[in-house]
């Protein structure tokens, strides 16, 4: 499995910016994806994850409310639209899949593979 996250840029607070994550390889369809982040300095966090299945999603407080998850499974693609960005979104974000038919998780332990991050600078 293949990810590749883009979208990243440098916006102001209060603006809405949208992250794509383009997944190729075995069965894309049927995995779990979720998005994590990690500011300058900090340990990666979990961010919000979307199930293969029944669209359960699951979202860190942190971004509850203002940051939304989906996905596309006809063009293999899984998106985070960002609402009333804060200075303190700032990071480098990363999308990331499980194992074929597992479920969501926030735990990054549990997920296999990784795309190579796209950065998300927010200015106050």
């Known amino acids: 499995v293949q990810l590749q996250a883009s979208g990243g840029g440098l916006v102001q607070a209060g603006d809405s910016l949208s992250l794509s994550c383009a997944a190729s390889?075995?069965?894309?369809?049927?995995?779990?994806m979720g998005w994590f982040r990690q500011a300058p300095g900090k340990e990666r966090d979990f961010v919000a994850a979307?199930?293969?299945?029944?669209?359960?999603?699951i979202y860190a407080d942190s971004v509850k409310g203002r940051f939304t998850i989906s996905r596309d499974k006809a063009k293999n693609t899984v998106y985070l639209q960002m609402n009333s960005l804060k200075p303190e979104d700032t990071a480098v974000y990363y999308c990331a899949s499980r194992d074929l038919y597992s479920s969501i998780t926030l735990s990054q332990e549990n997920y296999a593979y990784w795309g190579q991050g796209t950065q998300v600078t927010v200015s106050s």
């Open positions: 979307i199930s293969w299945n029944d669209g359960s999603k």
């Open positions: 390889g075995r069965s894309v369809a049927y995995r779990p």
